[in-house]
C-alpha cells in the first residue's frame, strides 16, 4: 500500500502527490497529522498557532476528508507527533512509498528525519514541490543560490523564460475496496488547548477554510462579481471582504495550489477583460514565489535576528511597548484598529501589515522577530515563507534595498482618510 502524507498541500485538485499515488496501481491510504508542536508556546511567549488559523485548518481538513473520501480514499487524521505514529502505521498497513510534499524550513525538515530514524531501511519517500507558480525546475537558474536578491530582477527574468505549468486535475475515482474503515477523527480546538470564538461580525475575513471554499471564492470574486477586474485600486482597502481577493488563507495552507488561481485568472482575461488588475493578483503570485525561493537560498538565517542582511541594528524588546503593540494602545490610531483587528479576527489587510510591521521595527526598533513570531501565531493566512520574508524587507534585514520606513500619519491620510476604518475597530471594540 502507499500512503500520502499531506502536510500544506491539502486539497485533490492540482496535487502532483496524489495523483501520482493514484496512478501507481497501489491501494492508496491518506493521513494528516495535527502536530501538538504546532500549538505549544514559542521562545517569545506565543502560541504558535492560535484559534483563528486553527479553526480554518480544522474546517480544512474536514473539506480535504470529504472529498479524499468521494475518491474512495481514506484520510486517517491524529493529534500526535508523525514520528511516533507513521511507523505504526507502516508495519499495519504494509506502506511501501509515502507521496509528500517536499518542505525545506528547519521545523518540517526535522520532522521528517525524526520519522526515517524511527522506520525501517527501505520504505521510500517521494517528495514534490508542488507549492509554487514556477516550478524549481522550469526558472532559469542552475542553483538556488543564484537568485537574485531584488524581486524585480527575479520577476522579469522568470516572466521572460519561465511558462507556468498546466493544473492536473482531480484523480480518477479509485474502487470502493480503497476505502478502510477509519476510525480517527479531526480534533477540536479544545482538544489543541485552544478556546472556542464567535467570529467577529465586523472581519474582513469572514470566509472559513477548504478547497471547494477556495474554490467558490474565486468564482465569487471573479465571475460572479467581477471585483477582480477593480483588484489593482482596490487591494489597498481596509474595510469588508470585496477589497482584495483573500486567497492567501487557502494558498497558506495548500487546500487551493498558485496554479489554479493563475489558470482562472486566464480564464477571466479570456471571457471579460484582461488589465492591469488581473496582471497584479499574478504579480502578487509572484511575490509569494520569490519568497519561498529566498527560503531556499538562504535557509535558517530568515529566522535570525540579521536576517539574510549585513546590516547590523541594536534591536530592543521592551514588554511595555510589546503589550501597547499588540492591545492596540498606542500613540497612532491607525496602528491601534489593525492591531485590534488582527487581535479580534485573525485578519489583517496587507497596508495595515506593512504599517504595523514599520511601526514596530523601524520606529521603535523592536526585535522584529517578535512581530513575525506574533504575526504567525494570530495570522489565518500565515505562510512561513511570506511572513519571514515580509518581516525582514519591513524591517532591513531583508530584500528592500531602500530601507524605507513608513510615515503612518500620511498613510492613514491616504488609505483612511474617513476615518471608517480606524472608528469600527477602536470606538466599537466593545464585544470578543
Known sequence: MDLVWFRNDLRIRDNSNLIDASGAGESILAVYFFDP??????????????????????????????????????????????EDILPELIEKYDIKNIYLQKEW???????????????PQG?????????????????????????????????KTCEKHTSVR????????????????NTTHIPSLQSLGLEHFKRDSRSAFPFKGGENQALERIQSYFFKSKNLKNYKETRNGLVGSAYSSKLSAWLANGSISPRTIYWYVKKFEEEYIKNDSTYWLIFELMWRDFFKYISLKHGDSIFKINGISTATYEWKSNNSIRKEWID?????????????????????????RQNVASFWSKENQQDW???????ESMLIDYDVHSNYGNWMYASGVGN?????????????????????????????????
Open 37 to 82: 508542536r504546532h500549538y505549544q508556546i514559542d521562545e517569545f511567549g506565543f502560541k504558535k498557532t492560535e484559534k483563528y488559523r486553527a479553526q480554518f485548518l480544522l474546517e480544512t481538513v474536514s473539506d480535504l476528508k470529504e472529498n479524499l473520501n468521494n475518491l474512495n480514499i481514506s484520510l486517517l487524521v491524529y493529534l500526535g507527533k508523525p
Open 328 to 352: 492596540g494602545a498606542t500613540k497612532y490610531s491607525f496602528v491601534n484598529a489593525n492591531m485590534i483587528e488582527l487581535a479580534k479576527t485573525g485578519w489583517m489587510s496587507n497596508r495595515g
Open 166 to 181: 498546466p493544473a492536473k486535475k482531480i484523480p480518477k475515482k479509485l474502487s470502493q475496496e480503497n476505502r478502510l474503515d
Open 400 to 432: 528592500d534595498p531602500r530601507d524605507r520606513i513608513f510615515n503612518i500619519e500620511k498613510q492613514t491620510e491616504r488609505y483612511d482618510a474617513s476615518g471608517n476604518y480606524t472608528r469600527l475597530w477602536t470606538q466599537n471594540n466593545l464585544f470578543d
Open 105 to 119: 524550513t528547519s521545523e518540517e525538515a526535522a520532522v521528517l528525519l525524526n520519522v526515517q530514524q524511527n522506520i
Open 123 to 155: 520504505i521510500k519517500f517521494i517528495e514534490k514541490y508542488d507549492q509554487f507558480l514556477w516550478h524549481p525546475d522550469d526558472i532559469p537558474y542552475n542553483h538556488f543560490s543564484q537568485i537574485p536578491k531584488v524581486f524585480t530582477n527575479f520577476r
Open 369 to 375: 522577530r517578535i512581530g513575525a513570531a506574533y504575526f
